[in-house]
Antibody, heavy 123, light 107 residues
Framework: QVDLVESGGGVVQPGRSLRLSCATS????????MNWVRQAPGKGLESVAV????????YFADSVKGRFTISRDTSKNTLYLQMNSLRAEDTAVYYC????????????????WGQGTAVIVSS | EIVLTQSPGTLSVSPGERATLSCRAS???????LAWYQQRPGQAPRLLFY???TRTAGLPDRFSGSGSGTDFTLTISRLEPEDFAVYYC????????FGQGTKVEIK
């Protein structure tokens, strides 16, 4: 059974940092591109960060470029999102999602999603 | 970066009726790299279609995806109660962008 479980969300003051984790199971993590997608309260979906299956390339939305980094630990089958210099507009539910196809060297559709972890940036 | 515009923003439909959702891209989408997702309240999104018209496993055939270039359509032929949700289109490739969503509500 394929599963993604996010953790690390919470309430944080503006300007501070937070690291989200996504523990994966049920598939060969090292062969799939992975994503972080966020959804602000009452709003739509925003693709925040993407990392290729081998970590050789990454993509970031303009809204987080220079502040967020994405990484993966194959030994732990875990995806991370390091969020620095957090702003009120980063308040959202953050979803971890898997690309549908293996071995992609480009972005793909996302077929498996976690249930999300909420990040609230507030003083 | 490709911008996706979905219309209408909200669609009021009675159960059993047909719903037609539109997604227009600001430039041509190569290889039909367009997906559709459904999101029910309180749930994570669910992939419905990729490459514009390829249905995911287990998706009822009342759902269909079509289109190419800059104009794409998601059609639900006969709405069931579980179909009332928000639907997003997404372009994927060198970057990933979502449309703003269409809410399908009960009329």
């Amino acid at each position: 059974q394929v599963d993604l479980v996010e953790s690390g969300g919470g309430v944080v003051q503006p300007g501070r940092s937070l690291r989200l984790s996504c523990a994966t199971s049920g598939f060969t993590f090292s062969t799939y591109g992975m994503n972080w997608v966020r959804q602000a309260p009452g709003k739509g979906l925003e693709s925040v960060a993407v990392i290729w299956y081998d970590g050789s390339d990454k993509y970031f939305a303009d809204s987080v470029k220079g502040r967020f980094t994405i990484s993966r630990d194959t030994s732990k089958n875990t995806l991370y999102l390091q969020m620095n210099s957090l702003r009120a507009e980063d308040t959202a539910v953050y979803y971890c999602a898997r690309d549908r196809e293996q071995w992609l060297r480009r972005g793909g559709p996302m077929d498996v999603w976690g249930q999300g972890t909420a990040v609230i940036v507030s003083s | 970066e490709i911008v996706l515009t979905q219309s209408p923003g909200t669609l009021s439909v009675s159960p059993g009726e047909r719903a037609t959702l539109s997604c227009r891209a600001s430039q041509s989408v190569s290889s039909n790299s367009l997906a559709w997702y459904q999101q029910r309240p309180g749930q994570a999104p669910r992939l419905l279609f990729y490459t514009a018209s390829t249905r995911t496993a287990g998706l009822p055939d009342r759902f269909s995806g079509s289109g190419s270039g800059t104009d794409f359509t998601l059609t639900i032929s006969r709405l069931e109660p579980e179909d009332f949700a928000v639907y997003y289109c997404q372009h994927y490739g060198s970057s990933k962008t979502f449309g703003q969503g269409t809410k399908v509500e009960i009329k």
